[in-house]
């Protein structure tokens, strides 16, 4: 862990128009500097950077935050590494605080495994470039497939040479442990307690971490053997595991983002061959079936998936299969069918950049299309075309939007003729059973927990449980559950990042505070006072947070500056995200009284700020009656005249409450 001191040393340091600057060409406008976004495509700079408040904006896509959050989100680094980067780059040297002995094995185990796995891609390469045998067999055998030095490079192709311990001798007289070869699926020992090389005689192509170092191989055999197997890849192990890994998307990260989509392949030359023509958005799964974190992590940079899958029967069945699990994570899937004995690695090869760009524009379908076209039922099997059409809407039922859903119903009624009832009733089915089956789950889920099992965790693979925080929200809106709540919420947490320290100089008979004059409450302690007085928090979980944590600092004493400065490089991005949206953006207030000529911010804030809490108070009100009238419907005779009690007391207070807004006069 990095100590707090040299955590403060690098925010302090850390300019965010120079931080920016390293990635993008600002220009000056009035005191803020603009761009074109590098999180998405634009021809008109929407994106901005304030140097005075140290944050960055897009007004585009909603992206937001200070310099280690730009650090992180333009290089897809998690808070320690955007910090180390910031110190590196401000050369601020990084000693972490003291681990634990057990912290220590575990990181330097790891460590290991992660040095003696890329000590085995620096020999792979030399091997390639530096021997007769890899010259002869690997490089020939690349350069046949296409692939020009320079693609060959950047992925960091290799060769494993046909001795049978070649790697492991090598890696032994470097000191390296024979432990740490078997433990990174280098090497197989035998019950004898002989090493062997699991690699040899093989091109090989490395896998990379999402932060670029290599964490397992798959290697391929030039040997048209039937009885040797075409590809060879590393075993899951403590560094590398399957399900979670995409083969190429280091290299593709930064493209998948910008050009908001990802085209999805099968194979690894698939991947090199494409990067190599031009388009660099492409990944592949790492020897595996498409898997729910694979498509989780691709959501982190887009929600837009092209699938390129091979045309054959596998593939197509692959394709199919992916349609689902992509649509149910709540991303957006097209695919592309290539022509009859071409995939993408052999089709890039036969045309330009250009070519393949409109071929892939030109035959981008939706899954409707492409399940029905891939499944073709002859004219004459009513009962093949039932089964198709309820193939697709089962496929259809997953999407959790209900306007994609409805979107896509009207296309498949359109093509077989259907009524878009019969398919409704099946897609509810289906969605009540997946609701019925997602309850049970939970309830498993809550028991095995209350048991103390956590079965996400299995240590006998040293796998790391999948991290719980959800990704950084694109807009506010992304955030705000109870949207009837979320405009007032989030205009007092405005006030509150706004003028959180300001006093509020009230009047001697002022209807919102009846304490002395000497004695005047911050913007902060009087929205706080409030709250609190009614026993209530923010509904929305993003803004609580944000608040919890601004009042978290405020009590500690430090100034509004210094707060917001914390909250911006605060490591729950959530709250650095809601933080930056709240200082970039122009105080709106909800109510409607303007009439006033506010000349002071004093003035203002004294008028506003009490204002703006009863209309939360009004909100409030507001939701709670819409609470009780959706309950009337199913509630007991005893329980609706109760329903309609509390109801006329709510009518009342929230009369009382628009009379002192200025919405009502006193009758």
Request: hydrophobic share 40%.
């Amino acid at each position: 862990m990095i100590p707090q001191e040299t955590v403060d040393r690098i925010l302090d340091a850390a300019r965010i128009d120079e931080v920016v600057g390293d990635f993008v060409t600002l220009r000056r406008r009035g005191a803020n500097l603009v761009a074109c976004c590098p999180f998405h495509n634009e021809k008109t700079p929407s994106f901005y950077v304030s140097p005075s408040k140290g944050i960055f904006k897009c007004f585009g896509c909603g992206k937001a935050g200070s310099a280690v959050g730009f650090v992180m989100e333009h290089e897809h680094y998690t808070y320690v590494e955007a910090l180390k980067y910031l110190a590196n780059k401000y050369h601020i040297e990084v000693q972490e605080k003291e681990e634990t002995v057990e912290e220590i094995a575990a990181r330097q185990r790891t460590e290991s495994l992660m040095l003696v796995s890329e000590f085995a891609q620096k020999f792979f390469v030399n091997n390639l470039l530096h021997t007769d045998e890899g010259r002869n067999l690997g490089l020939a055998y690349l350069h046949s497939r296409g692939l020009d030095d320079e693609t060959i490079e950047r992925f960091g192709l290799g060769w494993a040479p046909s001795g049978r311990t070649a790697l492991t001798d090598a890696a032994l007289a470097e000191g390296y442990k024979a432990e740490y070869l078997v433990e990174a699926g280098l090497a197989i020992q035998y019950d004898d307690g002989r090493v062997v090389d699991r690699f040899h005689e093989r091109a090989m192509f490395p896998i990379h971490s999402l932060a670029g170092r290599v964490i397992a191989y798959s290697g391929r055999t030039l040997r048209s053997d039937s009885e040797v197997a075409k590809y060879v890849n590393s075993p899951e192990t403590p560094i590398y595991v399957k399900s979670r890994a995409l083969y190429g998307i280091w290299l593709a990260k930064g493209d998948i983002s910008k050009t908001d989509k990802c085209l999805l392949a099968e194979g690894n030359v698939d991947v090199v061959s494409m990067h190599q023509l031009g388009l660099r958005n492409v990944v592949a799964s790492c020897g595996t079936s498409l898997t729910e974190e694979q498509i989780r992590i691709i959501k982190k940079f887009t929600n837009n998936i092209t699938v390129m899958y091979d045309g054959d029967k596998a593939g197509i069945h692959a394709a199919q299969r992916a349609i689902g699990m992509i649509l149910k994570e709540g991303m957006n899937v097209s695919l592309v069918l290539f022509p009859d004995g071409d995939d993408p690695d052999s089709f890039c090869r036969k045309h330009t950049l250009e070519e393949v760009r409109a071929f892939i524009s030109e035959n981008e379908t939706d899954f409707v299309s492409y399940m029905a076209l891939v499944n073709p039922v002859p004219a004459n099997d009513p009962l093949g075309r039932a089964n198709l059409i309820n193939d697709i809407a089962d496929t259809i039922a997953v999407i959790p939007d209900a306007v994609k859903r409805s979107v896509f119903v009207d296309a498949l009624a359109q093509r077989f003729g259907v009524e878009t009832r019969i398919i409704f009733e099946r897609i509810n089915a289906d969605r009540r059973k997946m609701i019925d089956d997602e309850r049970k789950e939970a309830e498993r889920a809550r028991r095995r927990a209350e048991a103390g099992l956590q079965p996400d965790y299995d240590p006998a693979r040293g796998e790391v449980p999948a991290p719980t925080h959800r990704p950084e929200p694109q807009g506010l809106e992304a955030m705000e559950v109870n949207k009837t709540l979320a405009p007032a919420e989030r205009e007092l947490l405005t006030f509150i990042l706004s003028n959180g320290t300001d006093e509020l100089d009230f009047e001697s008979d002022s209807d919102y505070y009846s304490g002395s004059e000497d004695d005047k409450p911050t913007v902060a302690d009087f929205i706080r006072a409030s709250l609190e007085a009614d026993g209530i928090a923010f509904s929305n979980k993003a803004f609580r947070d944000t608040y919890d944590a601004y009042m978290k600092e405020y009590d500690e004493g430090y100034g509004q500056e210094e707060i917001v400065r914390m909250l911006l490089n605060s490591p729950d991005r959530t709250v650095a995200f809601v933080t930056a949206e709240l200082s970039m953006v122009k105080h709106q207030l909800t109510v409607k009284n303007f009439e006033d000529a506010l000349t002071t911010r004093a003035s203002w804030l004294v008028n506003f700020v009490p204002k703006a809490i009863l209309v939360y108070a009004e909100k409030r009100i507001e939701d709670r009656m819409s609470t009780l009238i959706k309950s009337l419907a199913t509630a007991s005779e005893g329980e609706q005249i109760a329903i309609m009690s509390e109801m006329q007391k709510l009518s009342a207070a929230q009369k009382r409450v628009k009379i002192k807004i200025g919405r009502e006069r006193i009758e």
